[in-house]
């Protein structure tokens, strides 16, 4: 059974500065999605990588996936209190069809 | 476009009842996966049923089944209900050709509490 480990698991910060979040396992991915869910709510998919090195950016947000395909890092640009929720990742190794969660990086950005 | 719903949104039960919770996928998906969020973690998945089948299954007991309709909605039913099936449980749709790299959309929940 792979595992993802999401660090930090709690972040607070306040708005205007920048930060990261990180996603690793020792298995290797088909793909990797990076969800935000704010209380109460379902997980909102921003965005999935495929290949290995791949880097993609949602406005202020810059996803990378690792070059082994392993591991994957979420960075945000001047943090906003919009921001504010739990960034979950998640991925897919070989012919599974279901998705393997980390436990998730509380974000609170504070105005 | 309806994305995925689910009902109820929230319900309470007593230890040793049975639950149904029911999904609609998004409208043109195929497939639908049943995940358990405790508080504080990530989703645990479940079960995923594709053409009215169960085809996958994660680490959970047998008091847990589901089922797929036509109309490709889906029910989760958990019997003899236990303390610790308390949680936060969403459905995801998403299109089976395109499982491998595709998406999965999830719906707001339903949050069981059992006492």
């Known amino acids: 059974t792979q595992l993802l480990e999401q660090s930090p698991q709690f972040l607070s910060i306040q708005e205007g500065e920048n930060l990261t979040v990180y996603c690793n396992s020792s298995?290797?991915?088909?793909?990797l999605q990076w969800y935000r869910q704010e209380p109460g709510e379902g997980p909102v998919l921003l965005v999935t990588?495929?290949?290995?090195?791949e880097v993609k950016k949602l406005k202020r947000l810059t996803f990378q996936f690792g070059d082994a395909r392993k591991d994957s890092s979420l960075h945000i640009t001047a943090a906003q209190p919009g921001d504010t929720g739990l960034y979950l990742c998640?991925?897919?190794?070989?012919?599974?069809?279901?998705?393997?969660f980390g436990s998730g990086t509380q974000l609170t950005v504070l105005p | 476009d309806a994305g995925v719903t689910q009902s109820p949104t929230h319900l309470i039960k007593t230890r040793g009842q049975q639950v149904t919770l029911r999904c609609s996928p998004k409208?043109?998906?195929?497939?639908v996966s049943w995940y358990q969020q405790a508080l504080g973690q990530g989703p645990q998945f479940i079960f995923q049923?594709?053409?009215?089948?169960?085809?996958q299954r994660g680490n959970f007991p047998d008091r847990f089944s589901g089922h797929q309709f036509p109309n490709y909605s889906s029910e989760l039913n958990v019997n003899a209900l236990l303390l610790g099936d308390s949680a936060l449980y969403l459905c995801?749709?998403?299109?089976?050709?395109?499982?491998?790299?595709?998406?999965?959309?999830f719906g707001p929940g339903t949050r069981l509490t059992v006492t």
């Open positions: 995801a749709s998403s299109l089976r050709i395109r499982d491998r790299g595709s998406e999965q959309y």
């Open positions: 298995s290797v991915f088909s793909s």
């Open positions: 990588v495929v290949t290995g090195g």
């Open positions: 998640a991925a897919r190794s070989g012919s599974a069809r279901q998705l393997t």
């Open positions: 409208s043109g998906h195929d497939t």
């Open positions: 049923y594709y053409e009215e089948e169960e085809r």
